[in-house]
Protein backbone atom coordinates (compact mmCIF):
# COMPACT_ATOMS: atom_id res chain seq x y z
CA UNK A 1 0.00 0.00 0.00
CA UNK A 2 1.39 3.25 -1.08
CA UNK A 3 1.94 6.04 1.61
CA UNK A 4 -0.14 8.99 0.50
CA UNK A 5 0.27 12.51 2.36
CA UNK A 6 -1.90 15.46 1.53
CA UNK A 7 -0.86 19.12 2.05
CA UNK A 8 -3.56 21.34 2.56
CA UNK A 9 -4.01 24.94 4.12
CA UNK A 10 -7.37 26.29 5.91
CA UNK A 11 -10.05 27.96 3.83
CA UNK A 12 -8.86 26.00 -0.14
CA UNK A 13 -11.48 25.25 -2.26
CA UNK A 14 -9.05 22.78 -4.19
CA UNK A 15 -7.66 21.46 -1.01
CA UNK A 16 -11.13 20.34 -0.06
CA UNK A 17 -11.94 18.48 -3.01
CA UNK A 18 -9.17 16.93 -2.51
CA UNK A 19 -9.62 15.99 0.31
CA UNK A 20 -13.17 15.00 -0.43
CA UNK A 21 -11.98 12.80 -3.75
CA UNK A 22 -9.85 10.69 -2.03
CA UNK A 23 -11.94 9.84 0.53
CA UNK A 24 -15.24 9.04 -1.37
CA UNK A 25 -12.79 6.28 -2.97
CA UNK A 26 -11.70 5.08 0.36
CA UNK A 27 -8.30 5.79 -0.32
CA UNK A 28 -6.12 5.99 3.08
CA UNK A 29 -3.72 9.48 3.38
CA UNK A 30 -2.26 11.54 6.05
CA UNK A 31 -3.36 15.39 5.99
CA UNK A 32 -0.44 18.27 6.95
CA UNK A 33 -2.00 21.56 7.38
CA UNK A 34 0.55 23.74 6.49
CA UNK A 35 -1.58 26.59 8.86
CA UNK A 36 -0.65 23.79 11.79
CA UNK A 37 1.85 23.09 10.72
CA UNK A 38 4.13 25.85 9.19
CA UNK A 39 7.51 24.23 9.50
CA UNK A 40 6.02 22.36 6.03
CA UNK A 41 5.86 25.28 4.00
CA UNK A 42 10.01 25.80 3.38
CA UNK A 43 10.56 22.11 2.49
CA UNK A 44 7.56 22.31 -0.08
CA UNK A 45 8.67 25.91 -1.52
CA UNK A 46 12.30 24.45 -2.17
CA UNK A 47 10.54 21.38 -3.76
CA UNK A 48 8.81 24.22 -6.48
CA UNK A 49 5.45 23.72 -4.77
CA UNK A 50 3.35 27.58 -4.39
CA UNK A 51 0.08 26.53 -4.47
CA UNK A 52 -1.85 23.64 -2.23
CA UNK A 53 -3.26 20.87 -2.36
CA UNK A 54 0.25 18.96 -2.81
CA UNK A 55 0.05 15.00 -2.53
CA UNK A 56 2.57 13.06 -2.05
CA UNK A 57 3.15 9.20 -2.67
CA UNK A 58 4.77 6.45 -3.18
CA UNK A 59 5.02 5.21 -7.05
CA UNK A 60 3.96 8.86 -8.75
CA UNK A 61 5.43 12.49 -8.92
CA UNK A 62 4.30 14.74 -6.41
CA UNK A 63 1.63 17.03 -7.62
CA UNK A 64 -0.48 20.22 -7.11
CA UNK A 65 -3.99 21.67 -6.84
CA UNK A 66 -6.84 19.29 -7.48
CA UNK A 67 -6.04 17.13 -10.21
CA UNK A 68 -8.75 13.74 -10.90
CA UNK A 69 -6.43 12.66 -13.48
CA UNK A 70 -3.34 11.86 -10.82
CA UNK A 71 -5.62 10.87 -8.01
CA UNK A 72 -7.35 8.26 -10.18
CA UNK A 73 -3.60 6.71 -10.09
CA UNK A 74 -3.85 6.57 -6.31
CA UNK A 75 -6.81 4.56 -5.83
CA UNK A 76 -4.75 1.71 -8.00
CA UNK A 77 -1.95 2.05 -5.72
CA UNK A 78 -3.98 2.41 -2.29
Known amino acids: ?????????NNCMQCKMTKRFLQ???????EININEQPEYI?????????????????GIDAFSGFRPDQLNKLSVLA
Open 1 to 9: MAQITLYSK
Open 42 to 58: DTLKSEGFMAMPVVKAD
Open 24 to 30: EHDIEFN
